[in-house]
C-alpha cells in the first residue's frame, strides 16, 4: 500500500505539480546543504522543550523523563550563563492537495488543516522560549509562537505571536513539582512538543488524536501537579493532574468551517505514564473533563464534556512503535440537533524504522469515527470523519537539524442529502453520507536550537 502511494504521488496526471514537488526537495535540500554547519550542534541544555530537544540524539528515539530538572553538566563563567536559557524551534513547509473533485464541498478537517490545491509555502511553525532557573527549587518558563498553515481559518483565531507558555514552576523533591500559569497539558505522547519538527516523524503529530485548534486545547491556564512513584525503581510511575480553564475552538461541518471559540471552566484531568525496565517503553493512561459555556456550537447552555485516552510509547534504537486511543462524549442541543449528543473515537498507529542513525522510514495510520444522536434523526449518525495513512521519509545530518517528505491519503464522509421520513410534529430525517478519497503532499525543513 505504502509503495503504490508513493507511486500515486509521483505520477500525477499534472506535470507542473510534479516539477513543483520535487523541485521544491531540490530547494530545501540545497538549503540543507549550505546550512549543515557543526556550530548548529544543540547544547545539552535541560528544560521542558530544551530537554526534548536535547535528548533528541537519534531521530525519534525520545523518552520522557518527567519534569526535567535542571542539571548542566557544562561549566558556567557568569551567573546568566548558569541560571538563563534561550532554547527555540522553526519548521518551515510546502504543503500541496489534490483534492477530490467529485466531492460536493471540502471536509472541514481539510480546510482547518489549510489544505491547498495550488500549492502553498505559507507553511510554518516557530517558537522562542526563555527560562530562568534561579536555584534548584524555582523555575520561570515564557515560551511565544507563531504559526501558519495557509488558508487555514485559525489564522483569523490566531495572533502573529502568540503566547504559548507562561508558568511558574516550583520543585518540592526531585521527583514532586507543581506549574503555576499557563502550562501545557499533560496529554497523550506528542501534547507538549508537538510542533517541534526535530521531533516528530511527520510535519505534526497525529491531526485526529491531537487537532488542530478544534475539540482540543494545548494549554491549561491553571496549575498542573506532577510526581513520579517509585523513581529509584525499573518500573516508575509519572503520575500528572491538573485544574484550570482554556479556549475552546471549535470547527463546523459546514463549507466555510468556520470557528466557533468557547469558553472552558473547570476543567480537570489525570494523566499516568507507566514506565517500564525495557528501555523506551511506557503505557499510559489518562482523562478530562470540562465545562463548556454556552457560546459553544453544539450547546444552547453550559455542558459538561468529557474524554478518555490511551497511549503505547515504544521508541527504540532502530524501531518506533506507537499507538493512542481518545473517546470524546458530549451532549449535542441546538436548533438544528435538540436533544441529542455526540461521541467521537479517534485513534492511530505510528511505526518507524531507523536504519542508520541519520535516516527514518515511517508509516502512521490514523482513525476518527463520529457517532449522533437526535429527536430529528430517523437513526444516530455514524460516519468517518477522517481516515489518514501516511508515509514519511526523514533526514537528520544533525540532531537539531530535519528534513522529512511526506505523502498522505484521506477518506472522508461528506453528508450529500437528506430523506425526510415522517412529517411534523414527529419531524424526522434521514443524514445520505458518502466516502470521498484526497491526498496532499508536505515537505519541511526543521531546526532547533
Not at 501534547?191 to 494545548?218: A, C, I, M
Request: net charge negative; glycine share 8%.
Amino acid at each position: 500500500m505504502l509503495l503504490a502511494s508513493i507511486g500515486k504521488c509521483c505520477n500525477k496526471e499534472s506535470s507542473g505539480r510534479k516539477v513543483t514537488f520535487w523541485g521544491g526537495i531540490a530547494v530545501i535540500g540545497l538549503t540543507l546543504f549550505l546550512g549543515s554547519a557543526p556550530h548548529l550542534q544543540a547544547e545539552e541544555e535541560s528544560s521542558s522543550l530544551a530537554a526534548q530537544i536535547a535528548a533528541s540524539t537519534s531521530l525519534l528515539s525520545l523518552r520522557q523523563d518527567g519534569d526535567g530538572a535542571s542539571d548542566s553538566g557544562s561549566t558556567r563563567s557568569s551567573y546568566w550563563e548558569d541560571h538563563f536559557q534561550i532554547h527555540g524551534f522553526v519548521t518551515s513547509a510546502y504543503q500541496e492537495e489534490d483534492p477530490d473533485d467529485t466531492a460536493p464541498f471540502r471536509s472541514s478537517d481539510a480546510i482547518v488543516l489549510g489544505l491547498d490545491e495550488g500549492g502553498t509555502l505559507d507553511y510554518r511553525t516557530a517558537a522562542l522560549q526563555l527560562r530562568f532557573d534561579p536555584n534548584p527549587k524555582n523555575t520561570f518558563v515564557l515560551q511565544a509562537s507563531h504559526r501558519r498553515l495557509g488558508d487555514s481559518p485559525l489564522r483569523d483565531a490566531e495572533d502573529e505571536v502568540e503566547l504559548d507558555w507562561a508558568f511558574y514552576q516550583y520543585h518540592f523533591t526531585d521527583n514532586t513539582s507543581i506549574k503555576v500559569g499557563r502550562v501545557p497539558v499533560p496529554l497523550g505522547i506528542f501534547n507538549e512538543y508537538r510542533d517541534v519538527g526535530t521531533l516528530l516523524p511527520f510535519f505534526r503529530p497525529s491531526f485526529n488524536f491531537y487537532r488542530e485548534g478544534s475539540f482540543v486545547s494545548e494549554t491549561v491556564d491553571g496549575a498542573v501537579f506532577h510526581h513520579r512513584f517509585a523513581a529509584d525503581s525499573d518500573w516508575s510511575l509519572d503520575f500528572d493532574a491538573f485544574f484550570g480553564e482554556w479556549d475552546l475552538l471549535e470547527s463546523g461541518a459546514a463549507n466555510d468551517a468556520a470557528l466557533t471559540e468557547a469558553k472552558v471552566d473547570r476543567g480537570y484531568g489525570v494523566q499516568l505514564w507507566l514506565n517500564t525496565p525495557v528501555s523506551g517503553l511506557r503505557f499510559g493512561l489518562g482523562g478530562q473533563s470540562y465545562d463548556v459555556g454556552s457560546e459553544s456550537g453544539f450547546n444552547n447552555e453550559e455542558a459538561n464534556w468529557d474524554t478518555w485516552y490511551a497511549s503505547i510509547d515504544g521508541a527504540f534504537e532502530k524501531f518506533v512503535a506507537r499507538a493512542e486511543y481518545k473517546f470524546l462524549e458530549f451532549p449535542v442541543n441546538n436548533s438544528l440537533s435538540p436533544g441529542g449528543d455526540a461521541e467521537t473515537v479517534n485513534y492511530y498507529y505510528q511505526l518507524g524504522w531507523l536504519p542508520i542513525e541519520k535516516i527514518g522510514f515511517y508509516w502512521q495510520s490514523e482513525f476518527g469515527d463520529v457517532k449522533q444522536t437526535s429527536r430529528v434523526f430517523a437513526e444516530p449518525l455514524d460516519f468517518n470523519q477522517r481516515e489518514d495513512q501516511g508515509f514519511s521519509i526523514v533526514y537528520s545530518p544533525l540532531p537539531n537539524l530535519v528534513l522529512k517528505a511526506e505523502y498522505h491519503q484521506q477518506k472522508f464522509d461528506l453528508s450529500t442529502g437528506v430523506v425526510f421520513v415522517s412529517p411534523p410534529p414527529n419531524f424526522q430525517i434521514r443524514v445520505l453520507f458518502e466516502e470521498f478519497e484526497s491526498d496532499y503532499s508536505i515537505i519541511s525543513l526543521s531546526f532547533s536550537f
